[in-house]
Nanobody, 124 residues
């Protein structure tokens, strides 16, 4: 059974930093086969793909709203995906999800597996 488990969400003040993690287990294929993305969704808003990383970790893609502030990375030996979030803003407040896909072109797509999410709250 595939599991993606996010952690690291918290309540922080504007300007602060957080690092989210997403641990994968039970994948049918090697973790490095999958590209990975972080999504977020705030109440009343559409889900937004925040960042993507290719299977080998060499290619990344970011939403304009987070470029220069967020950094996605992965540890294929440990099956863990990360999202380093710096200079956080109140508008970054959302539930953050990780997802595993099998197609990478200017970002990860064709998502096969999703996590349950971790809450990030940024206060002004």
């Amino acid at each position: 059974q595939v599991q993606l488990v996010e952690s690291g969400g918290d309540s922080v003040q504007a300007g602060g930093s957080l690092r989210l993690s997403c641990a994968a287990s039970g994948l049918t294929y090697s973790y490095s086969i999958y590209c990975m993305s972080w999504f977020r969704q705030a109440p009343g808003k559409e889900r937004e793909r925040v960042a993507s990383v290719s299977g080998n970790g060499f290619l990344t893609n970011y939403a304009d709203s987070v470029k220069g502030r967020f950094s996605i990375s992965r540890d294929n030996a440990k099956y863990i995906l990360y999202l380093q979030m710096n200079s956080l803003k109140p508008e970054d407040t959302a539930m953050y999800y990780c997802a595993a896909g099998d197609r990478y072109y200017m970002g990860c797509s064709n998502f096969r597996h999703w996590g349950q999410g971790t809450q990030v709250t940024v206060s002004s």
